[in-house]
């Protein structure tokens, strides 16, 4: 192992994990009260996907390439802003008929996991395509991820909001925005 391939498995950490960053700042904005150990299964969650997800890319191989990006980026869309606008719809219902948007229930958390982690699928291919190793980068962009989500969390339970309904409205734009980021870079660049 280099340093330039550790710098490049850093840097390749980081960029996979700006939307698990983000999906945990939401996380922080809904649910304020969070504990340690939630944000820990929701930092475990993002990471164990972001880091698993190279491994399947890494295992399918060159094949699929082709057939994944035709589509990856409209997976992630639609989940993001299927959970995306729930929580909006959620934070704009009156006082008394607020229900609680938990991202700590195991379907919303996957989902999220998913949608986030779609992108190293592909990064997993092409660390096929050029017989990398896989298990070094997957401990780095999993542990990346992990610390990126857990200070993700902790900045969005103290940005103040006066409302908890401002907060999930908020949570919910941020998720419908990395959804059409992503589907926009896919289609445009």
């Known amino acids: 192992m280099t340093i330039e ?15 698990s960053f983000a999906v945990s700042v939401s996380c922080g904005l809904m649910k304020r009260e969070i504990r340690f150990h939630q944000a820990c299964l929701v930092a475990f969650s993002l ?8 491994v399947v890319g890494w295992l399918i191989g060159t094949g699929v390439k082709n057939l994944i ?16 606008i729930k929580m909006i719809i959620e934070g704009l219902k009156p006082d008394g008929k607020l229900q609680s948007f938990d991202p700590f229930r195991i379907r919303v958390l996957v989902g999220l996991s998913v949608a986030t982690s779609i992108d190293a699928l592909v990064v997993g291919l092409s660390f096929g395509f050029l017989d990398m190793p896989i298990l070094f980068p997957v401990i780095v962009i999993g542990s990346v991820t992990f610390i990126a989500s857990m200070l993700g969390m902790l900045f969005g339970k103290n940005i103040p909001a006066k409302r908890s ?25």
């Open 5 to 19: 391939q550790l710098i490049t498995f850093l840097l390749i950490g980081i960029g996979l994990s700006f939307d």
């Open 47 to 54: 990471a164990f996907f972001q880091g698993t997800f190279p």
């Open 69 to 84: 990006s035709s589509f990856d980026h409209w997976i992630a869309f639609g989940l993001l802003i299927f959970i995306g």
């Open 165 to 189: 309904h401002q907060s999930i409205v908020l949570g919910g734009v941020i998720l419908t925005l990395i959804g059409t980021k992503i589907l926009l870079e896919h289609l445009f660049f």
